[in-house]
């Protein structure tokens, strides 16, 4: 909407303080008016200083709606193990403090001037970024995940719009997005199982929808986590016949609870062999290192799999000869544009999609990272922000970690 929009005098002079004590609350007195002070709000979160330190009561700094800004005060964030790579400097080095989250849910409670398409009170969401250039070839098609020159990631990320201030994220009370990357959660969603959807349901989505799936395709799912778990439930909301690929024959049940039609257990090779040449498409949402020519052998003629997880350490190559005689597509795929995360909310309103997920509270979170680290949750975690202002406990609730 306001591209080239200059950078308000004051933006770059932000205060982002760090204390050992709850913060103040936002204030809840909603208005149209769009200050043009630097004044903002301060506001309680949790965050990494270090990557050791685990994560801390912190207070940050939200700026106050520019004319095409949305204010939101956020209600729940889905915890994301990306969070937890980079809380722990698990992918290299970064500014501190690090407020992460990307999986935001909360309700309008200022918009600037020149917002046209939210109002105070509205149920919004904020995915993985918070803009783009909004100008390449990429971001003009409305991919802006691919933007040329990088989105702007909603945590950790410098935001060349606001000074280049490092955004901070959803583990916080408040966030102010540009009216661009803006979501509505449709209120027939439950709105914490619903924040999940906005990195984990949009990542599973995309690819499902670039390929194409139709109702009665075979659809493969490898690993049954906050992504797998997604993948089957919206392939199925899709209409198509969905495997579960698992290691052991422990998340048997789990995987049928969720829908799938059928199960294979990774570690019997007959049942690997049988499901040659049975499957359209295979959704990988593995992180660990993994030999995906087994996946490809399930595929028939002019199928693709899809990779969307990073895996941490080096992967067996894949096997040309898989690719070539079936016409093969081994594929990777990055969240999904903003306007196909509409699409991807409002289909799962449609079909009644959301996350399982466990509420955890603020002094909950260093606990929870270690159990998604050792796979200990059904399927995602959701941090419930009414406990960041009272319930944060002491500034050593991280330590122990490491
Ligand atoms: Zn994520
Ligand atoms: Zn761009």
């Excluded at 067996?316 to 690719?323: C, F, I, R």
């Excluded at 969240?335 to 996350?355: K, N, P, R, W, Y």
Aim: charged share 20%; glycine share 12%.
């Amino acid at each position: 909407m306001s591209p080239g929009r200059p950078v308000l005098p004051g933006a770059d002079k932000v205060r982002r303080t760090l204390t050992d004590e709850a913060s103040v609350p936002p204030s809840s007195a909603p208005t149209r008016e769009a200050s043009t002070a630097p004044n903002g709000t301060d506001v309680a979160a949790c965050g990494a200083t270090s990557a050791t330190s685990g994560l801390v009561p912190l207070v940050i700094h939200r700026r106050d709606p520019k004319p095409d800004d949305v204010e939101i005060d956020i209600e729940f964030c889905g915890l994301c193990h990306s969070d937890v790579h980079a809380t722990r400097g698990e992918w290299g080095e970064r500014p501190w403090p690090l407020v992460p989250g990307h999986e935001i849910v909360g309700r309008v409670s200022r918009v600037g001037v020149d917002v046209l398409g939210f109002a105070v009170g509205d149920r919004v969401g904020v995915g993985c970024m918070v803009d783009s250039c909004r100008e390449c070839e990429n971001c003009l098609d409305g991919v802006e995940q691919y933007c040329e020159r990088g989105m702007v990631g909603t945590y950790g990320a410098a935001d060349p719009r606001n000074g280049g201030e490092l955004t901070q994220g959803g583990y916080s009370q408040r966030i102010v997005v540009t009216e661009k990357f803006v979501l509505r959660i449709p209120e027939a969603l439950d709105p914490a199982a619903a924040a999940p959807l906005l990195c984990a349901g949009i990542t599973t989505y995309s690819p499902l929808r670039y390929f194409g799936v139709e109702p009665g395709e075979r659809v493969g799912v490898v690993g049954l986590g906050g992504l797998g778990h997604m993948a089957v439930r919206l392939a199925k909301a899709m209409g198509a016949e969905v495997t579960v690929f698992t290691r052991s024959d422990a998340k048997s049940g789990a995987a049928r609870e969720l829908g799938a039609d059928a199960v294979i257990v990774t570690s019997d090779p007959e049942q690997l062999a049988a499901a040659r040449r049975t499957l359209d498409l295979v959704i990988d949402t593995v992180a660990a290192p993994h030999d995906v020519n087994d996946y490809l052998r399930t595929l028939r003629l002019d199928g693709a799999l899809f990779q969307l997880s990073l895996p941490s350490g080096q992967m067996a190559p894949v096997d040309p000869g898989l690719l070539i005689r079936r016409r093969l597509t081994y594929a990777g795929s990055l969240i999904g544009g903003i306007a196909e995360t509409q699409e991807m909310l409002d289909f799962c309103a449609e079909h009644g999609v959301v996350s399982d997920i466990e509420l955890v509270a603020a002094d909950g979170l260093n606990e929870a990272y270690d159990r998604m680290v050792a796979g200990d949750v059904k399927y995602r975690f959701v941090l419930d922000t009414a406990t960041l202002a009272a319930g944060t406990g002491s500034a050593q609730a991280g330590e122990g970690q490491a």
